[in-house]
């Protein structure tokens, strides 16, 4: 096996592991409408900034209607919803994330990105 497909097949356990911890923290159930079954976690964040890949704090555990095809709230169909319901309901989960991406507002000083996944919250 080369180092890169090493590498990722390491990466999906990690962002498994991360998937798992996050939908045990939220009680595997759908953090906007209580739905307990076809949870998923949702990253807030594209976990593509792999800074934030594997942040507990950016990630939400959701019912697979409310994740991709709820237009009234969806992070994927309406995320300006999403931002505000997340605002509200998690507020220090809301306030964490947010810390990161005001930078964004001078997308020149942003920092977002990086080569390495986190791992301390794993
Ligand atoms: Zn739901």
Not at 9 to 35: A, P, T
Not at 38 to 66: M, T, W, Y
Request: glycine share 4%.
């Amino acid at each position: 096996m080369n180092k890169k497909r090493k590498e990722r097949i390491e990466c999906h356990k990690k962002l498994c592991e991360w998937s798992k911890l996050v939908r045990q923290r939220d009680g595997n159930q759908c953090q906007i409408c209580g739905r307990k079954d076809f949870i998923i976690s949702h990253h807030i964040i594209p976990k593509e900034l792999k800074q934030f890949a594997l942040d507990l704090n950016n990630g939400v555990a959701l019912c697979r209607k409310c994740h991709k095809y709820n237009f009234s709230i969806s992070p994927h169909r309406n995320a300006l919803a999403f931002c505000f319901w997340l605002q509200k309901v998690k507020p220090s989960q809301y306030d964490y994330l947010k810390s990161f991406l005001e930078p964004i507002t001078k997308p020149e000083e942003a920092k977002l990105g990086g080569d390495e996944i986190r791992t301390k919250d794993l």
